[in-house]
């Protein structure tokens, strides 16, 4: 029997994102060590729905059904709202 799991489906979109973004031109002077990044990430999350999944099958539907153009979108607004107040308000 496989060991079930607990994945925050949006916390993994989150999660790639915010990387993605920080290695990015336009946030090159933006701090990149490992507390502004969680952050940013911890920041994010706050202001979007989980999406939480017990199995690896449900993991992939639901990262599915998120990954569309309109979430994308939002999910990308609360990285930046959250880049700009770990910027400007740095815990490091």
């Known amino acids: 029997m496989l060991e079930p799991i ?36 911890a920041l994010a999350l706050n202001a979007l729905p989980s999406k939480y999944v017990t199995s690896m099958e449900a993991r992939d539907e639901a990262f599915k059904a998120l990954n569309t153009p309109e979430n994308i979108e939002l999910i990308n607004r609360e990285i930046i709202r959250a880049l700009h107040v770990v910027n400007k308000y740095p815990r490091h």
Do not use: A, M
């Open 6 to 41: 607990l994945v925050n489906v949006t916390e993994e979109i989150v999660r790639g994102l915010v990387s993605f973004l920080l290695r990015g031109p336009e946030y090159q002077t933006f701090c990149k060590c490992q507390n502004c990044e969680w952050d940013t990430v």
